[in-house]
């Protein structure tokens, strides 16, 4: 079983439109927890920490789920710049971060 | 946040040669990383650079093909060593902080 995964979409959605991606992990103890966006031949950049709280950026929500293991990204109103592949990614052993293979959005007007 | 400058952007090198990666995080940090990401594909850790001690490779990756230095709190470098095609990728550096893990800008390499 793959240490993180995620759908890999593409999730074509009209602007204005609310989507959800939802991230697996398989180890308990995981701790820290964090969505990334990449866009085409960029870097990834952090776009938010996910807290056993959940947390709110905007447009952006995120939560944790520890019970079930799985983490999500909300994005209400897109906008075509949120177009790009979301990654969310787990801190495990050894503070080593591992990626999901990413969610491929894509908004279109 | 921290900036990491990573050098070369893009290099296209012959098959058997050697590419030497550096990357430079603009404050001191204990945790620097390597990844690989193959086209269409999400990033593998190839290693945890240790300041002061031989890096940390995950299964797949050994030392002798993808030599790290990390001389002190700020400079990593990572050589892929005798090249051959399927080590044709992006390279990226990334560095650890509370807020979250930072990345450099990567390296495309094309073996030919």
């Known amino acids: 079983r793959k240490e993180v995964e995620q759908d890999p979409g593409p999730f074509n959605v009209p602007e204005g439109a609310t989507v959800a991606f939802n991230c697996t992990y398989s180890?308990?103890?995981?701790?820290?927890f964090f969505w990334y966006r990449q866009d085409c031949r960029k870097e990834p950049k952090l776009l938010m920490s996910?807290?056993?709280s959940g947390n709110e950026d905007g447009r952006f929500t995120a939560q944790l789920n520890r019970a079930s293991q799985y983490i999500s990204l909300l994005i209400r109103d897109s906008k075509l710049s949120d177009s790009a592949t979301y990654l969310c990614?787990?801190?495990?052993?050894?503070?080593?971060?591992?990626f999901g293979a990413g969610t491929i959005l894509r908004v279109k007007s | 946040s921290a900036v990491i400058s990573q050098k070369p952007s893009r290099d296209i090198c012959q098959r058997g040669t050697s590419l030497t990666i550096q990357c430079q995080v603009d404050?001191?940090?204990?945790?620097m990383f390597w990844y690989r990401q193959q086209p269409g594909q999400s990033l593998t850790l190839i290693a945890t650079?240790?300041?002061?001690?031989?890096?940390?490779?995950e299964s797949g990756f050994v030392i002798d093909k993808f030599p790290i230095s990390r001389p002190n709190l700020t400079f990593s470098t990572l050589t892929v060593s005798n090249l051959s095609p399927e080590d044709s990728s992006i390279y990226l550096c990334?560095?650890?902080?509370?807020?979250?893990?930072?990345f450099g800008s990567g390296t495309r390499l094309t073996v030919v």
């Open positions: 990334s560095a650890g902080f509370n807020y979250g893990y930072t």
């Open positions: 180890n308990s103890a995981s701790q820290s």
């Open positions: 996910v807290y056993s």
């Open positions: 990614a787990v801190i495990v052993y050894g503070n080593k971060l591992v």
């Open positions: 404050s001191q940090v204990t945790m």
């Open positions: 650079a240790n300041q002061g001690s031989e890096a940390t490779y």
